[in-house]
């Protein structure tokens, strides 16, 4: 069975490398852990999809996808690091 949250984190931090201190920090929440696994998921299908030559309407669709997930989790991420270092400021 694949890790879908591994392949989503390792994707993400290939690409964004600037998110390493919120991905390697404390633990995620639920929303971003599961918003990780679905972006591996979209990645996965994604590559497939490019491996088997399939119609390039099919595979644009696919890079959208990924890229709105991408998004998305650069936002909760941020947000999450945001949270983070306001409760470390208060302490």
């Known amino acids: 069975m694949k890790d ?25 929440d639920d929303p971003a852990s599961e918003l990780l696994r679905t972006f591996g998921k979209a990645i996965d299908r994604r ?13 644009k669709e696919n890079d959208d996808i990924c890229a709105e997930l991408e998004l998305e989790l650069i936002v909760v991420l941020r947000a999450l690091r945001q949270r983070e270092l306001r409760q470390r400021s208060s302490q």
Do not use: M, Q, Y
């Open 4 to 28: 879908f949250f591994k392949i989503g984190k390792a994707t993400l931090l290939l690409k964004r490398p600037f998110l390493r201190g919120t991905l390697s920090g404390a633990p995620l």
């Open 47 to 59: 590559d497939n999809v490019k491996r088997k030559g399939e119609d390039p309407v099919i595979i």
